[in-house]
């Protein structure tokens, strides 16, 4: 089989996969009413990221074995896989409400930064990638505990950040909203 | 097809795609009076047809960007960064389209057919992407006017490269293909502008300063980078336990 061949077999065949994908109706719209500010006042699932992982420290099971309660231990290290589990999933929809208010925001703009809006996708790529690994790591019960204990200095750093950037955007909305060109809607005070 | 598209009034609203339409009807009428005039296919025959070939498939593209104008045309920023990245993906396909191609010199005209076949399919495909990913509605005629643009492209180039070593031998059953993929497409379209109403024309979006998308977007990013970050250090410092 020649390379040519490869190469227009597999291309053809990757346009009509993708064509089939991106046919689908979509379950999300763009949202021009999307209310930017609300979205990104929301409770952010980072600030409980400290108390999940003193939860998980593996001395808080552990003397369950050295007490001679294995089992004890090896439920309560099951639910809180399941807490661990059920985080990942809100720091994924925290990830994706960015995300959406991303794509309004460059919906709504005359111009758009295709260098950020490359970062943006590469980010969600990695993202999704380091969800799903992470998730199955948990549902397949490898060692979730010892790596979580490492980030508990982390977590309080990453609040203050995020903060920052909060203030930062709300600054910036204060600082920028002016009213817009004649003829455009203006959209959630912004 | 044409008849139809005159009857919902569609010749005005979308003059590439039915010149395109108009041009496939035309240029089978001239291919079918080069044979009957010439009797023995010659290089007139081959010339006109290829010639006229070259025509149709410019006019196809034309209608392609016709669409993507009309789909993401409202979205000023948008449709800044996708034409740009649509022309990319169009140009890097087509060149990786002839390399791959090369040795076959005798047969240029096919080879540049299935790569501006094969640019078309990936730059719609790229687009319905793209419009996914920015969550922006596409009107059910325009979606399967695309689809239609697309699956030809895609099957053109199947049946191009399945028989391409036997082209000349397999002539008759290569035309019967194409014959047959088109009317697929037709049908596909025939459908669409039947049955699905003309699209309304869209209020423009809502506009924000472009320094305001600046300042939001570099923040944006930022707290996309925490979260991101998050979820790596919890990965490798479980790396880093074993």
Redesign the interface.
């Known amino acids: 089989m020649s390379?040519?061949?490869l190469?227009?077999?597999f291309?053809?065949?990757l346009?009509?996969s993708?064509?089939l994908?991106?046919?689908r109706p979509?379950k999300?719209?763009?949202?021009?009413g999307m209310d930017?500010f609300e979205a990104l006042s929301q409770s952010r699932h980072?600030y409980r990221?400290q108390q999940i992982m003193q939860a998980l420290r593996p001395e808080d099971t552990e003397y369950l074995r050295e007490i001679g309660q294995a089992a004890l231990m090896h439920t309560l290290r099951q639910q809180r896989r399941r807490v661990a589990l059920t985080y990942l999933n809100c720091?994924e929809q925290?990830?994706e409400t960015?995300?959406?208010?991303?794509?309004t925001?460059?919906?709504?703009?005359?111009?758009?930064?295709?260098m950020?809006?490359m970062?943006?996708?590469k980010?969600?790529v990695?993202?999704a990638a380091?969800?799903t690994?992470?998730k199955w790591?948990l549902r397949l019960g490898?060692?979730?505990f010892?790596?979580?204990t490492?980030?508990s200095s982390?977590a309080s750093s990453?609040a203050r950040?995020?903060d920052t950037?909060?203030t930062?955007?709300a600054e910036?909305?204060v600082r920028?909203?002016?009213p817009?060109?004649p003829?455009?809607?203006?959209?959630g005070g912004? | 097809m044409f008849v139809q598209l005159a009857r919902r009034k569609f010749l005005d609203k979308y003059p590439w795609f039915s010149i395109y339409v108009a041009s496939t009807i035309v240029q089978s009428a001239v291919v079918a009076s080069a044979y009957r005039i010439y009797d023995v296919p010659n290089m007139a025959v081959w010339k006109i047809a290829w010639g006229s070939q070259l025509i149709v498939v410019s006019l196809r593209f034309q209608a392609v960007v016709e669409l993507t104008r009309r789909i993401l045309g409202g979205y000023l920023g948008i449709w800044a960064l996708a034409w740009r990245l649509l022309f990319t993906v169009g140009i890097v396909v087509m060149a990786n389209s002839l390399l791959f191609s090369k040795g076959d010199w005798y047969w240029i005209s096919l080879n540049v057919e299935r790569g501006l076949e094969l640019s078309i399919g990936a730059t719609i495909v790229a687009l319905l992407v793209f419009a996914r990913h920015y969550r922006l509605p596409i009107q059910r005629l325009h979606s399967a006017l695309m689809i239609g643009l697309c699956l030809y492209s895609a099957f053109f180039v199947l049946d191009y490269t399945l028989l391409e070593k036997h082209v000349q031998q397999l002539a008759i059953f290569w035309g019967f293909l194409s014959i047959l993929t088109y009317l697929a497409t037709l049908l596909i379209w025939l459908n669409a502008v039947s049955r699905y109403p003309q699209p309304a024309a869209q209020a423009p979006p809502p506009v924000i300063p472009k320094e305001l998308y600046g300042k939001l977007s570099s923040e944006l990013n930022l707290r996309l980078h925490l979260l991101n970050r998050q979820l790596t250090q919890l990965l490798r410092s479980e790396d880093q336990q074993r």
């Open positions: 390379a040519s061949l190469f227009f077999i291309f053809a065949l346009v009509l993708l064509l994908w991106a046919s979509s999300h719209q763009f949202t021009p930017v980072c990221f720091l925290e990830f960015l995300l959406e208010i991303s794509r925001l460059a919906v709504m703009s005359p111009e758009v930064i295709a950020e809006e970062e943006r996708w980010l969600s990695a993202f380091n969800c690994f992470l790591k490898l060692p979730p010892s790596g979580f490492l980030l982390m990453f950040q995020l950037a909060t930062r955007i910036a909305t920028d909203a002016q817009s060109a003829g455009h809607q203006n959209i912004v």
